[in-house]
């Protein structure tokens, strides 16, 4: 029986990643629909590669949401070197969330748009973008918690329904929210008590 090579590790990692970028960019472009022979196609790797690496589609779907968590995380939540305020951190999601809706090719929130097109709790790609759903919450809950607000953990579920439900209508008016998510955002973070700071009193009168 002639012996089979297996690929090298470097070469199977290259062909994983190659795979998954072309994945994240199809389904969030096109949705989960897309078929196995397309997906292939455009990452520029066989079937057999494929399957060597992932035993099914979904496990693809799966892994490639959990390959953009990172850069996606980084487009809206601040570093750990921004030392504003917690409000200021919260506020920052919502605005950079405007910003991206407003762009041509926003398709709203990657983890929201596969758990609604698979519908099922448990498939894999479900159980991923909840996971980063949650992380956006935990962020939301230690900044509540941060800025003294009585209910952090209801504070941050509103925040995340505000999120996604933002998200959601600019895919649906294919329009920018203009503002609305950002003064929703900030309605909650008034009711809460995480107001913006008062500014120091200026100078009196004759002063310099």
């Known amino acids: 029986m002639p012996h089979v090579t297996s690929p090298a590790p470097a070469a ?10 072309a994945a994240a960019a199809l389904f969030y472009r096109e949705g989960v629909g897309v078929g196995v022979q397309t997906l292939c196609r ?20 799966a892994a490639s949401l959990d390959r953009i968590a990172p850069s996606y995380a980084a487009t809206l939540i601040p570093s750990d070197q ?4 917690p409000r200021a951190r919260i ?9 991206q809706a407003a762009s041509s090719g926003y398709r709203g929130c990657p983890f929201v748009a596969a758990a609604v ?12 973008a909840r996971t ?21 953990a209801v504070l941050a579920q509103q925040l995340t329904i505000v999120f996604d439900g933002a998200s ?41």
Request: zero cysteines.
């Open 12 to 21: 199977s990692a290259a062909t994983r990643d190659r795979l998954l970028d």
């Open 42 to 61: 455009a990452a520029g790797v066989s079937k057999r590669s494929m399957y060597q690496l992932f035993a099914s589609k979904d496990e693809v779907m």
């Open 82 to 85: 921004d030392h504003r305020p």
């Open 91 to 99: 506020l920052h999601v919502f605005e950079r969330l405007e910003d």
């Open 117 to 128: 097109e698979v519908k099922t709790p448990e498939h894999p790609a479900s159980l991923v």
């Open 132 to 152: 980063h759903k949650n992380a956006l919450t935990a962020f939301f809950q230690t900044e509540a918690e941060r800025g003294g607000a009585a209910q952090p």
């Open 168 to 208: 959601v209508r600019a895919v649906l008016q294919a329009d920018a929210l203009h503002g609305i998510a950002v003064a929703t955002a900030t309605a909650l973070l008034d009711h809460a008590g995480l107001t913006a700071p008062t500014p120091p009193p200026g100078p009196h009168h004759g002063e310099t």
